[in-house]
């Protein structure tokens, strides 16, 4: 389980308040107009952004003292989650150790990954060679062998076109949340969270709002989220 | 408080890096203060003081002003070959200085192509030598610079200011061009005046005799010629306070990076559609690239034909120079690889020291520390080493900071995210996508030594010399043809340097 206790966020003047609770294995959207702290959130949680007051709980442990890359989080960012210097193989072998030299099993789970997303014969690609969809699906593949219980994602498809993009949530579906993964994913657009989430984390006006059921959300969305919807 | 990016990079050889340089071109101060209290300036110090002020003054001067129409002309006009001469502007910064010197000699020498042709027509022969000959050679040198700098100045008003001024009929010069020159000329002179005070080479070969010495010649006549470690001293501390105040004042004044790209697109404009503009504007043009490419094309001719005097103490310098200049690359990329991971304002002002400090200084305070310890030929090779890679360091450092800058707000958080941390983060994500700049870095670092002539004229001993020193013995000497071969050897080096390091740097590498 996923708690923020009394969480107080600070970047420049910008400030945002959060105090809630996100069970084990829920796949909940993050939505909010922009500049709202969604990012912000998403941040504290990975551990780029020490809070000033309150702690961020993973299963009652504090993760404060923890550095970004021994928290049990996952993140895909919107852009940039991939090495461009790399093989799709070697990025995702990353996120098992990090070292440009996988051992023969690490690499045999890597490739198993890439399989799974059906990216199986572009191992030695690198991501310049790959398509955009191609690209979130090693990205997935990682998220796949690191094995966090808990997935952070930043609108990490925005830049895909609609058919892609749903694609890509059905896929983040089967490999992730399928296999008992707790997601958190920023989204501007109300069908990913119809089709991906089952509840809805508002954030808006300083303060990031307790999850919420999707379907009661959008069918009567709050003034914040009304006036940013339309 | 952001972690992000505080824990992820090493920052400790930073640290040991600032403290180097800082020790290096600080530190040089001490053996200079306790000497210089043994001696005093006499009147040849002040004249060589006043010298190198005004001819720094004059070819800052004539540079900008020159700079003014022949900028102007690039900016607005499109022509074949444009962008190639846009880059060729960029290429005396690599060119070896003493090349240029010979490039200039073959061109306004006692037996160069102008006193020929005077001396056809019956008209009394002209002399290089001197206060203007040594103007003549900065302008040479620093024009191009100055153009670009302009150049970056026109580029920077925006397309709609003039599309504005079009449309109002307004006069584009005292509207938009005036306005854009004063804000830009006072740091293209300030900077250039700077890169002459330190003038060693031209000096050396052009200069001389109490009408035209420099404070660089002065130090190295002090030491070499009479041994004089006290004066030299002295001269060494004025000429420090000189580049140090020259430097600051450059560094408040000028604006944006000197060796900044995107020159490349010419400003649509309405104004100077006229026939007698666009003659106007050809004709600077093509005087400014005749005045850069005779002197280079006779240089590289006359090197042809001097190949086949090349003296035989030829192939060991080129070893010497070859290590020096390698040697001055590595040290040059670790100093401003761990400067540029350290960060932060101490790094930076750290990496600017050596813009103040001068070969010659350098090598003066060096000279005098390392003389109670070993001799200085045993030195020789090592502290020009050192030295070239000091005063790479600034320009190596310029160009990786912001590209580490970018490679950390791009990648940063992924990394964090994977662990990736320290060394690791070094090898796997940093290095292979700075591995362009670094290249970049290191051909200059390496064209730059290559051709650079100053710390080993105060500390070669018989056969210790290289490349550069080698050619200017051969000049001083009058055997210019196989002065001209060797110079066409270490522009072929410096060039292919360059050229190596850079394509190795962009071979198969991802875009960052």
């Known amino acids: 389980m996923l708690r923020l206790d009394r969480l107080e966020l600070e970047l420049g003047s910008f400030r945002l308040s959060a105090d809630l609770e996100v069970a084990r294995g829920a796949s909940v959207a993050v939505m909010g107009p922009s500049g709202g702290g969604k990012s912000t959130l998403l941040a504290a949680i990975a551990g780029f952004l020490a809070p000033q007051a309150g702690r961020v709980l993973w299963d009652g442990r504090d993760l404060g003292p923890l550095p970004p890359g021994q928290r049990p989080v996952g993140v895909l960012f919107q852009d940039n989650n991939l090495f461009p210097h790399l093989s799709a193989l070697q990025n995702v072998a990353l996120g098992i150790r990090p070292s440009l030299r996988p051992r023969a099993e690490e690499r045999a789970r890597a490739e198993a990954a890439l399989a799974r997303v059906g990216l199986g014969a572009f191992g030695d690609r690198r991501p310049a060679q790959l398509s955009g969809g191609q690209q979130g699906r090693a990205a997935l593949a990682r998220l796949l062998v690191q094995d966090r219980p808990l997935v952070l994602m930043d609108e990490p498809f925005a830049a895909l076109g609609p058919a892609l993009k749903a694609e890509m949530l059905q896929l983040t579906r089967e490999v992730l949340t399928g296999r008992g993964a707790t997601l958190l994913m920023v989204t501007h657009d109300p069908e990913d969270a119809r089709a991906i989430a089952e509840s809805v984390i508002v954030v808006a006006e300083g303060r990031a709002a307790p999850p919420v059921p999707t379907g009661r959300l959008l069918a009567d969305p709050p003034p914040a989220l009304r006036a940013y919807l339309g | ?512």
């Open chain 2, 1 to 512: 408080m952001t972690r992000a990016g505080s824990s992820g990079l090493p920052r400790l050889p930073g640290a040991l890096a600032a403290l180097l340089v800082a020790g290096l071109c600080l530190g040089t101060l001490v053996p200079l203060l306790l000497r210089a209290g043994e001696g005093t300036l006499g009147g040849a110090d002040w004249a060589s003081l006043r010298f190198t002020l005004e001819q720094a003054a004059l070819s800052a001067g004539v540079s900008v002003v020159l700079a003014i129409p022949v900028a102007r002309a690039l900016a607005r006009r499109r022509f074949p070959g444009r962008g190639a001469l846009v880059t060729l502007l960029g290429a005396p910064f690599l060119l070896p200085v003493i090349v240029a010197v010979m490039g200039l000699l073959a061109l306004f020498g006692r037996g160069g192509l102008l006193n020929d042709a005077l001396g056809a027509l019956g008209w009394p022969r002209v002399s290089v030598y001197g206060l203007h000959g040594v103007v003549l050679a900065h302008v040479f040198l620093n024009l191009p610079l100055a153009t670009r700098l302009l150049l970056q100045g026109w580029l920077d008003i925006p397309a709609e200011r003039f599309r504005l001024a079009a449309t109002l009929n307004a006069p584009v010069w005292a509207v938009l061009e005036r306005p854009m020159l004063r804000a830009v000329l006072p740091g293209a002179f300030a900077v250039i005046f700077a890169l002459c005070l330190t003038s060693f080479s031209v000096a050396l070969i052009l200069g001389g005799g109490p009408a035209a010495t420099t404070m660089e010649l002065a130090i190295y006549q002090a030491i070499r010629f009479e041994a004089d470690f006290a004066g030299a001293a002295q001269l060494a501390l004025l000429q420090y306070a000189l580049c140090g105040a020259a430097a600051a004042l450059a560094f408040a004044l000028s604006r944006g990076p000197v060796l900044g790209a995107g020159l490349g697109r010419a400003v649509e404009r309405w104004d100077a559609g006229g026939l007698g503009a666009r003659l106007g504007d050809a004709a600077w043009i093509g005087a400014a690239a005749l005045f850069l490419l005779v002197p280079l094309t006779l240089a590289v001719l006359r090197g042809l034909g001097g190949l086949d005097d090349l003296p035989g103490e030829v192939w060991d310098a080129m070893g010497r120079s070859l290590g020096v200049a390698l040697g001055a690359t590595a040290l040059t990329l670790l100093l401003a690889l761990a400067l540029a991971l350290k960060g932060g304002a101490l790094a930076q002002a750290a990496g600017a020291l050596p813009l103040a400090a001068s070969a010659l200084v350098l090598g003066t305070g060096l000279l005098l520390l390392l003389r109670p310890f070993v001799g200085p030929s045993a030195a020789a090779l090592p502290v020009t080493a050192l030295a070239d890679a000091l005063l790479a360091l600034p320009f190596a450092l310029r160009a990786v900071t912001p590209a580490l800058a970018e490679v950390e707000a791009r990648h940063g958080r992924l990394a964090e995210s994977l662990g990736i941390t320290g060394l690791a983060r070094l090898r796997i994500v940093v290095l292979p996508l700075l591995r362009p700049v670094l290249g970049f870095s290191a051909g200059l670092a390496a064209a730059l030594s290559m051709g650079n002539l100053g710390v080993i004229a105060l500390f070669a001993g018989q056969g210790q010399g290289t490349l550069p020193l080698l050619m200017a013995q051969l000049m001083g000497a009058y055997r210019m043809d196989a002065a001209a071969g060797v110079g066409l050897v270490i522009l072929g080096l410096a060039l292919g340097l360059f050229w190596g390091f850079d394509r190795g740097g962009r071979l198969d590498a991802a875009s960052r």
